[in-house]
């Protein structure tokens, strides 16, 4: 397995498509939920938010919490899984797993990235990620350009173009702008769903705009006069 997640970990570098694909799992049977979060914690580009037995609170969080991609069952008791399909945005990526074949035809007719017959090895689950992730490749960005910041006593606006970095101390978050900080009480978290893709992790504290560094060290890099320093666990975040 080791051997595996290396290679993926390569290709990854090699054709140099460096985003993450935010993923959910829904299906009402536990142990094939088990399964996914086992397979998806071995591809290194899938981020799996979390798991639902539950249809309905799988819509109801993918409504709050956008992601790329839902895994999905189709026979499901409360809500089947092409229904469910149905209520969610176009760009939403499916890809259906389920134990019944005859489903194949009207998962490809309603356009589902990939069709999971379980149970499913890795290699299966590995194959249906790739189609995901190629497609998304594929897709136009549709990046942000500013955010409104809420202060203690207004909401501003941040452009991100002209945002150097962000440090998180405690409850707050500082944004180090071209020519003032702006401070705001939140999480880092809750922060890092506001940012577009090109705002990368260095260190557990900060998230620096990899469109404005100027010089990478081994410990830290140079964004105009500030250096913002590198942990060795996000030391590959180029």
């Known amino acids: ?15 140099n498509i460096n985003f ?9 049977e536990r142990m094939a939920l088990e399964v996914i979060k086992s397979h998806a914690s071995k591809v290194p580009y899938i981020t799996l938010e ?11 969080f993918q409504s709050n919490n ?7 069952d189709i026979n499901m008791p409360d809500i089947s899984g092409i229904d469910l399909m149905a209520m969610l945005p176009a760009s939403t990526m499916v890809i259906f797993t389920t134990a019944y074949s005859e489903y194949a ?14 149970p499913f090895p890795l290699s299966r689950f590995l194959k249906a990620c790739q189609k995901a992730r190629d497609w998304k490749a594929l897709q136009p960005s549709e990046e942000p350009e500013f955010i409104f910041i809420k202060t203690s006593d207004s909401q501003q606006r941040v452009n991100f173009a002209n945002l150097l970095y962000c440090e998180a101390t405690g409850n707050y978050v500082t944004l180090q ?12 978290k809750e922060l890092e769903k506001l940012l577009p893709s090109y705002f990368v992790r260095t260190h557990r504290s900060f998230v ?21 320093p590198v942990s060795l666990s996000y030391a590959d975040f180029l």
């Open 20 to 28: 993450m694909l935010k993923a959910i799992a829904i299906d009402d």
């Open 66 to 72: 956008p992601v790329d991609l839902i895994f999905l």
């Open 208 to 228: 620096v705009n990899k469109n404005r560094i100027n010089k990478v060290e081994r410990h830290q890099v140079q964004i105009e006069d500030h250096f913002i």
């Open 50 to 60: 979390a798991v639902f037995s539950d249809g309905i609170q799988g819509l109801e």
């Open 1 to 15: 397995m080791i051997e595996l997640k290396y290679a993926i970990d390569l290709l990854l570098r090699i054709t």
């Open 105 to 118: 035809v009207k998962g490809f007719e309603l356009n589902a990235m990939d069709y999971l017959l379980k």
């Open 177 to 188: 702008l071209e020519d003032e900080k702006v401070i705001s009480r939140m999480t880092f």
